[in-house]
């Protein structure tokens, strides 16, 4: 199937490790050209290495999504260095883990600029150019928390809702110009952030990181972690022409985790 990638430029946020890496290299192998955006500037050399392997344009962006403006000074740079952008993916690290009453005022509010204020900022940065061109691609990556309430994850769970409310708002008033927004919610896959909520969990739990992740797994219907692959494709085809009338929707990648009908 042709995706009709070929050619778009797509600005990729968290692109250099776990699920944004897999987005990344995911669209690269469907001929877009990508810029990712990260903290740490040798593990987004490695990943746009990787992407251009692949006989596609890459662009690395060292930036921190939290901080006020950084999500639309990326755009501006990917902008600049591969030409408008036509596809994001908003993604970001998690907050804290903890319950209501381990968490401070400043961990609320470092929550919300992480997660929600960088969806907000980068959805600034390309919609009126997307307008303009009558195309465009809006992808937030949240979680299952989203829907289904994790525990010991307040802060993601309440953060990542708000970015899902934002969303829906948002595809409503851009749909009549081409732009789907659409949001995607990983359940437990094999990434360093799910490695390290094992570990976490294991200490408060007085168990071991193997014995979280075997729970999980017996939660799981299909009694296995996610790829971050199978994740990337689902990001892959909702970026692209073959999905032109799917918008404002949160869809779960999680091996049937999510009990709930709607």
Not at 2 to 12: F, I, N, P
Not at 29 to 57: H, N, T, W, Y
């Amino acid at each position: 199937m042709d995706l009709g990638l070929r050619g778009r430029v797509a600005v990729v946020a968290a692109g250099s490790k776990g699920l944004g890496r897999a987005v990344a290299l995911e669209l690269a192998a469907e001929g877009a050209d990508v810029a990712i955006c990260a903290r740490g500037m040798a593990a987004l050399e490695d990943a746009a290495s990787a992407i251009r392997a692949l006989g596609v344009r890459a662009h690395a962006i060292a930036a921190d999504v939290s901080e006020s403006g950084a999500p639309e000074r990326v755009i501006a740079d990917a902008e600049r260095a591969l030409g408008p952008v036509d596809i994001v993916v908003t993604n970001s690290g998690g907050p804290r883990s903890g319950r209501f009453e381990t968490l401070q005022p400043e961990d609320w509010d470092n929550a919300t600029r992480t997660l929600l204020a960088s969806a907000v900022g980068f959805a600034r940065g390309v919609v009126p150019g997307m307008r303009a061109r009558k195309w465009g691609r809006i992808i937030n990556i949240t979680s299952i928390a989203a829907k289904q309430p994790v525990d010991n994850l307040m802060l993601s769970n309440s953060l990542r809702s708000a970015v899902i409310a934002f969303a829906k708002t948002l595809s409503n008033e851009v749909a009549a110009d081409g732009i789907t927004v659409n949001n995607l919610l990983p359940g437990y896959t094999r990434t360093e952030r799910v490695t390290d909520l094992a570990d976490q969990l294991a200490v408060s739990g007085n168990t071991t990181a193997a014995g979280v992740t075997a729970r999980w797994e017996a939660e799981i219907p299909m009694r296995r972690l996610g790829e971050p692959a199978e994740f990337a494709a689902l990001a892959a085809f909702l970026a692209s022409a073959r999905a032109s009338y799917i918008t404002g929707q949160s869809i779960a990648i999680d091996g049937g985790w999510i009990r709930n009908i709607l």
